[in-house]
């Protein structure tokens, strides 16, 4: 840690990982629900606790974002934060915010749009911290020196935050409450978060592998350009049965087909540094993460996101279990794992520590990827077989929800996978025992203690 | 990479490139806000009782169980078509009348099924919701969902 104001990060990604445990939580949680109904059905509604899920999966990615633009932008402008103190005040609104509203959600008060049912106080919360935050780093990076990695995080952390208008924008018109919502969804996770886990992973890359810089900074812009050439227009595949013009069915499909193309770009962006690079960096967990997310995040993201993106399938597939394998293995792959590399690169300086626990992190990244893995067959064979029972033989929701209990008895094994691997994470980012589990042989010098 | 691809030109193409994205994505964007409201859910008068509807819906997080235009949670049944599967689209007290009778028999208690919670809602409320849900239906959604099942 070059700058003490980097400090700041661990804050960030301590409070992210708290987060994490409850959103796994209240998935798992979910999960089980699913095959047992009757659980928690009269004191703790489904509703509630997927509501949970979700909200504090988004916080806590957003956590993330903020903990790893105040850790890497002081490395790539060569100065200090602006202020330490508005870091800590803006990440105290985000926690009072998210504690707030998920107390408000147990006790029944909420929003009813999808994702953005935050209470209006935690909503204008949100909006401060991000104020905050954009001014505390802008001030920084334009005091400090201006890089590729620099412009394109900041460019996209000042787009999510504008785009956060949005959510207090809900017509009565529920098609226009639709199209107007998807400019948060949509355009967070498929165009503006794209350009900050493209920065974020270009910084990791670089620190890595030793590449050098103008390398790293080319493919960079390739990639953000690809994601938002594709992703701004390809929002378009959400609005093919919500009530808008039928033009989007071929302006969202030829363009979020193209969404595949940075996805497969940063997966080889990530592995072409690896192969080029001239370090043997000590951290091996940090570069496992790194290659794993964009790897399934390219599955997840591009690969799954084309399954059922064409509007012909589509029509068929739209609102099934097809949707829910897509976003699992998409918010794993792009976000969760690679949030988790950040972590796990950062973490150890941010402690003034050698590299430690690399070997049960490795162990929890493959617990969770499988899990992930496995989660997503099983929701793609019920999506598979729900799209087949309801929407072309035309059997009623119930009946086919009964026909899959099998899925969602094996979807329910998978999440216990995830949740231990998620457990094992954070007890190896906390807690720094005396030395590896597996000594490390010579040519890969890693401290143990 | 190929040589004439420089690092500045990539950032030029980048900025310019999504720059005209926008653009054009804003425009389609203003002429659909047009067609939403002329053409796709003109079909039915978006009343107060709709809006009153569409705000009940929201309190008590209905999406997060189940899907409307097939957008939501995937626990529960689609309702964007839910009053054209009851044969009411068409008749708004038997709508008002079914929902009730619906609602109000929740939760089933019945082992091994999915529960819906008992919500408390009035009358002026659920009438609201019950016209809602109808003006959700008389929506075009270009045919979708291919079925009344949902």
Redesign the interface.
Known sequence: MKYQSQKVAMAYFVCAMALFGIQVLGGLLAGW??V???FL??LL????I??IHTNALIVWLLLGFFGAAYFLVPEESEREIYSVKLAYIQLAILMIGTLGAVGSYLVGI?????FL?QPLWVKFGILVAALIFLFNISMTVLAGKKT?IT?VLLMGLWLLSLLWIFAFINP????????YWWFVVHLWVEATWELVMAAILAFLLLKLTGVDR?VV???L??I??TA??SG??G?GH?????????Y??W?GSIFSTFEVIPFFLMMSFAFVMVWKGRKNHPNKAALLWSLGSSTVAFFGAGVWGFLHTLHGVN??S????I??AHGHLSFYGAYVALNLAMFTYAMPMLRNREPYNQVLNMVSFWLMTGGMAFMTFVLTFAGTIQTHM???V?????DV?DALSIFYLMRFGAGVAVVAGAILFIYSMLVVRKREVITPGSANPVAGE | ?AEF???SR??N??YG??LF??V??IA??V???K???EV??AGMP?TEE??LG?HV?????????H????????????LGNVMTRWDVQNDPEAAYETLEGWMSSQ?S?I?????M?LFEITEEEMRGLAE?LR??DQ????????????
């Open positions: 629900i699913y047992s109904p009757n059905s009269e509604p489904f509703n509630i997927r509501m909420h929003g009813g749009r999808e049912e590729a412009n009565d018109n529920l098609s226009l409450d639709k199209m103008e900074e080319k493919w812009y390739v953000v350009a938002l050439f701004i227009l929002t959400h609005f093919y049965w919500i009530g808008l013009p039928g989007w069915q302006v029509f068929y739209h609102g099934t279990q949707t829910a309801q929407r072309v035309g059997d009623y929701y119930m929800q | 990479m691809l420089t690092k990539a950032r193409i980048f490139g999504s994205f926008v054009v994505f389609l964007t002429q659909s806000h067609y939403v409201v796709s859910t978006l709709v809006a569409k819906w929201e309190r008590h997080s209905c999406i997060n169980c899907t409307l235009h097939g957008e939501g949670a995937y626990f529960a049944p689609e939760p208690g082992e091994g099924r999915r529960q919670p809602f003006w959700a929506t075009d959604t270009q045919g979708w969902p291919p079925n009344d099942a949902g």
